[in-house]
């Protein structure tokens, strides 16, 4: 074995090399020039990983600047983890785990106290300290606009964008709307041109954009693309991206896209789990929740700060031990009380805990998505004094479902 698992930061021009890498280690073949052209411009300076060997790239990952709504209202610095590979000849020998310690502290030294990523499998980040923080469904409904009560609610206006306004436009309205929600983050132009610019203009596909306008101006949007057929009729529109700041925002987009034509269904993934648009067809089953995924997994890269950043329902005070064993400096005991939380002793330390939890669970729990007493049943958390468990649920508690949104 030649790799010698030093990690380094990558040069611009090691950037494409990293790119490659990643592409292959999911499958898929190099960009030509026009894709590199958009695809670069997610990489941000200083911030792409890579490990050598032989002089050759095997191993890489990068991270985007954005940030992250917390309950509250606050928003956070936060590192987007992405494109994150190693060569398959190179796997199982640490170098991911490198790569991982390397990124963590870069985060905190730019003083990002949180980082996400989507997982292309649920059994790698765990050991990093990620937890699950939001989760999505995917739902496939009929392409068909009638399908509404009538007394669903109905919105303003829905209008289709022209392909020269799809990304300035929409990259407003998202900025607009998406951290109102605990689990938002906000979106770089990098993101915007790999993401939405490269189909609009390299690969030259047929995109749907609209926007829809409120009382309060445009509030919300959807991108759908023409999907694979399943059989010969079967045509569905794929909808990778809705966002909208109300529920007539929602249905007027849902019923804009059911109602286009020559489409069988509408099929979208990883949609808020609370959206309500069984409630909004006379048929609930018109839709049809397809799955049921993972979306945000969180890392709390400073837990005293992420801790103190989010807001706390109104409960008597808890004490949790957080470990942390892949950054030890997040270890100890923190004091919930009065909405806010500060840590009060080390771990092991007098301050004796009522509930304990990896950092990895603690960020199962941090946004809302699951409540410390399902944790603590499924022994995600343990709890040496179980009467604290309903107050850690109320200290917990949020208003609404987080939920992202955002693929990268
Ligand atoms: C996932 C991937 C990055 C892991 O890299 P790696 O260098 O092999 O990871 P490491 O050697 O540091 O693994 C550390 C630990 O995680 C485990 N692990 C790593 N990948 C795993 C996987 N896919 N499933 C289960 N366990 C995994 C290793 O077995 C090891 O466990 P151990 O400490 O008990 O021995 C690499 O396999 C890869 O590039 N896969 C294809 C692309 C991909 O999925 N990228 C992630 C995009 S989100």
Not at 90 to 111: I, S, V
Not at 139 to 158: E, I, K, Q, T, Y
Not at 318 to 332: C, I, K, Q, R
């Amino acid at each position: 074995m030649t790799a010698t698992l030093a990690v380094r930061p990558l040069e611009p021009g090691e950037l494409r090399a990293a790119l490659t890498l990643f592409a292959a280690a999911i499958h898929r073949g190099p960009v030509d020039d026009a894709g590199w052209a958009r695809s670069a411009e997610l990489y941000s300076p200083g911030r792409t990983f890579g490990v050598h060997a032989d002089g050759a790239l095997v191993a890489t990952a990068t991270s985007f600047p954005s940030e992250l709504a917390v309950p509250g209202g606050a928003v956070l610095p936060m590192a987007a983890v992405t494109r994150v590979g190693v060569r398959a000849d190179h796997t199982r020998r640490g170098l991911l785990t490198a790569m991982m310690r390397a990124q963590l502290e870069d985060a905190a030294e730019r003083g990002e106290p949180v980082a996400t990523l989507r997982a292309s499998e649920a059994r790698i980040y765990g050991r990093f300290g990620y937890g699950i923080a939001t989760r999505g469904r995917a739902v496939r409904v009929r392409a068909d606009a009638g399908l509404f009560r009538p007394d669903a609610p109905r919105g303003g206006s829905v209008r289709l964008l022209q392909r020269d306004e799809i990304v300035p436009v929409l990259r407003d309205v998202h900025e607009r709307i998406a951290l109102l929600r605990p689990g938002g983050i906000s979106r770089t132009d990098g993101w915007w041109s790999a993401s939405v610019g490269r189909r609009v203009d390299v690969e030259r596909e047929h995109v749907l954009a609209a926007v829809h306008t409120g009382p309060q101006g445009d509030d919300g949007f959807a991108i759908a693309y023409l999907g694979e057929a399943s059989g010969s009729t079967d045509r569905p529109l794929d909808v990778p991206d809705l966002h909208a700041a109300d529920i007539g925002a929602t249905a007027a987009l849902w019923r804009f896209l059911m109602g286009i034509d020559l489409v069988e269904g509408v099929r979208a993934r990883l949609r808020p789990l609370d959206e309500p648009l069984e409630l909004l067809l006379a048929d609930p089953r018109a839709c049809a929740v397809t799955g049921n995924e993972d979306e945000t997994w969180l890392r709390l890269v400073d837990v005293p700060s992420a801790l103190a950043a989010r807001s706390y329902g109104p409960a008597e005070p808890v004490l949790l031990a957080v470990h942390d064993p892949f950054l030890e400096a997040n270890a100890g005991v923190y004091r919930i009380a009065d909405g806010s939380a500060e840590r009060v002793g080390p771990s092991g330390g007098p301050v004796r805990p009522e509930l304990e939890c990896t950092v990895s669970a603690l960020a199962m729990a941090y946004l809302g998505d699951r409540r410390p007493s399902e944790l603590v049943a499924s022994g995600w958390w343990t709890a040496p004094d179980p009467a604290a468990v309903p107050r850690a649920d109320a200290a917990f508690a949020t208003a609404g479902t987080p939920w992202c949104g955002t693929y990268f």
